[in-house]
């Protein structure tokens, strides 16, 4: 999903994870001096706010083209994919993943993998977009749906490995995998952005929207395209700037 795909995040759809960054960072209690892990990094937007609260940063991602946008920027990053991190265990005071669970086929090995790497009461956080409730990605859907787009199979976990998108769900898989302390709550999130902006996150097949848009027949793709511009002309503020809706959710722990 996210092969090739670096650059084309960076310039749509990071901006809106990027909304949870501080509260992620909050609850790990990164702050000057501390040893964090970043895990998923990303374009680094992580691992550059904790470097600029003076913390000592490593960073990791399982896309090569992440890495090197990371890098770019001043990140310690290198290439490693979950449920693997190439750490000693207790190598981290603070060890954080924004919107990465929620792209791992075993979230459970996962959680306890970021455990691991914590020191012995060092703290842990973590975000994924909620079930219900999170509108982020609705106008794109809409699109879809009035071009009667017929929706393929996604990759999905699978359901006994799977877990709810709740504050609730989420840190009861914390719980779990070993986390303790556990506290989950939600995050609410408004994004602005142009629409042509939006858009090109799918158009260049960013994330499960963007396999679907891009696996699509040219002119079904044109057709999403008329049905998107026809709904986000009429949902664009004075600014000419969309106002996009996002619900996440954040656990933090003690490893």
Not at 21 to 44: C, H, S
Not at 110 to 117: D, K
Not at 132 to 138: F, H, I, R, T
């Amino acid at each position: 999903m996210w092969a090739g795909k670096a650059e084309a995040y960076g310039r749509s759809f990071a901006a809106l994870c990027g909304h949870a960054v501080p509260a992620l960072l909050d609850a790990a209690r990164v702050f000057e001096g501390v040893r964090v892990l970043d895990v998923g990094t990303g374009p680094g937007s992580v691992a550059v706010a904790a470097l600029e609260r003076g913390a000592v940063v490593s960073a990791v991602d399982a896309e090569p083209g992440m890495v090197a946008l990371a890098s770019a920027l001043g990140v310690d990053a290198r290439v490693a994919v979950l449920p693997e991190l190439p750490f000693e265990d207790g190598a981290y005071d603070a060890v954080v993943a924004n919107f990465v669970v929620n792209h791992v086929g075993h979230p459970a090995v996962a959680m306890a993998e970021l455990r691991r790497v914590a020191r012995p009461g060092g703290r842990l956080a973590a975000t994924v977009w909620a079930d219900a409730g999170n509108g982020a990605m609705d106008l794109i859907v809409q699109a879809l749906t009035a071009a009667g787009v017929e929706w393929p199979a996604l990759p999905r976990v699978p359901e006994e490995l799977n877990f709810e998108r709740t504050p609730a769900g989420f840190a009861a898989l914390a719980e779990a995998a070993g986390w303790g302390e556990v506290a989950g709550r939600e995050l609410v999130v408004s994004h602005r952005v142009a629409p042509e902006a939006w858009w090109a996150g799918v158009a260049d097949g960013v994330a499960n929207l963007g396999l679907v848009v891009t696996g699509l027949p040219e002119e079904v793709r044109a057709r999403a395209k008329a049905e998107y511009d026809r709904l986000a002309a009429g949902a664009v503020g004075e600014d000419g700037l969309l106002v996009v809706p996002g619900l996440a959710v954040l656990v933090a722990g003690l490893a």
